[in-house]
């Protein structure tokens, strides 16, 4: 047999009652107005601090200015080094966008600064003493490979990045028909510290796009592993081992270009 359960009572009440309710609470509320304006309340008490009369007064003011001096140093430098912390991460976090945006303006003023098209090498002269032959064999290769790529990397050592550098490559590539772009991959970032790491891809950025780069230390030719993880905040473990670093954002800067130009890029690269 089912059994009969009785339903909720309803919580709708009467307008009747309950403009009651809200009229009783309006004049205990004036009421309570009233009676706070007859008999103001007093401010807080005032601390009346160390009397007199207690034992070691004066040794008990100065250890309490030294804990509150001390207190204020501590608030001081941790405030210090949180500004440090989000300066230092806003610089690391910088978007691509806006580097290759950058770049492109410095280029710009660089390329109208000269005030007219460099030549065209006819020769690397950044490679030493080599014979006629293999310079020219040489060039026609690099030719090729400029004139075949939208985008040139040029490798640099992270140990000696201006050494290493070829200006000549650069200016061939600035004069190159075609808009092509010229990104500067500092490799080795491992085998330098991270500060000198900082202020080399301050100042190279603000000529070219540079991406820090710890290339791949792994023996075999395939299945190569890299790390997504921004090298400023890698650990050092990982730092040490063979994981490839930077090539994630290297990708993302590439894929910038593609969608700026809507279609599809060739890469060349240039080793120092």
């Known amino acids: 047999m089912v059994k009969q359960f009785m339903k909720k009572k309803s919580k709708r009440q009467s307008t009747k009652h309950r403009v009651k309710v809200e009229r009783k609470v309006r004049e205990h509320t004036r009421k309570l107005k009233k009676e706070a304006r007859k008999n103001p309340k007093k401010g807080k008490s005032r601390d009346p601090g160390i009397p007199n009369t207690l034992p070691f007064k004066e040794e008990i003011l100065k250890e309490a200015a030294a804990y509150k001096e001390k207190r204020e140093q501590e608030r001081d430098k941790k405030k210090a080094a949180r500004m440090k912390a989000r300066e230092k991460l806003q610089n690391q976090k910088r978007n691509l966008a806006d580097v290759m945006t950058d770049a492109v303006k410095r280029q710009a003023a660089y390329d109208k600064q000269q005030g007219q098209v460099v030549d065209k090498p006819e020769e690397l002269k950044s490679y030493g003493k080599v014979t006629e032959n293999s310079r020219k064999t040489f060039y026609k290769e690099f030719k090729k490979v400029i004139d075949a790529a939208d985008v040139v990397l040029e490798v640099l050592d992270a140990r000696d990045p201006l050494g290493s550098r070829c200006l000549e490559v650069e200016e061939t590539v600035r004069s190159s028909p075609g808009n092509k772009k010229l990104v500067l991959l500092l490799n080795k970032i491992d085998l330098i510290p991270k500060e000198n790491l900082q202020a080399w891809l301050k100042h190279l950025r603000k000529e070219l796009p540079t991406v820090a780069f710890k290339a791949s230390t792994q023996q075999q030719k395939d299945h190569l592993t890299q790390s997504k993880v921004e090298y400023f905040a890698a650990s050092d473990d990982l730092v040490k081992s063979s994981h ?25 690269d240039r080793k120092s």
Do not use: F, H, P, Q
């Open 244 to 268: 490839c670093l930077g090539a994630d954002m290297l990708i993302k800067l590439l894929r910038n270009y593609c969608r700026s130009t809507e279609m599809a890029i060739n890469v060349g």
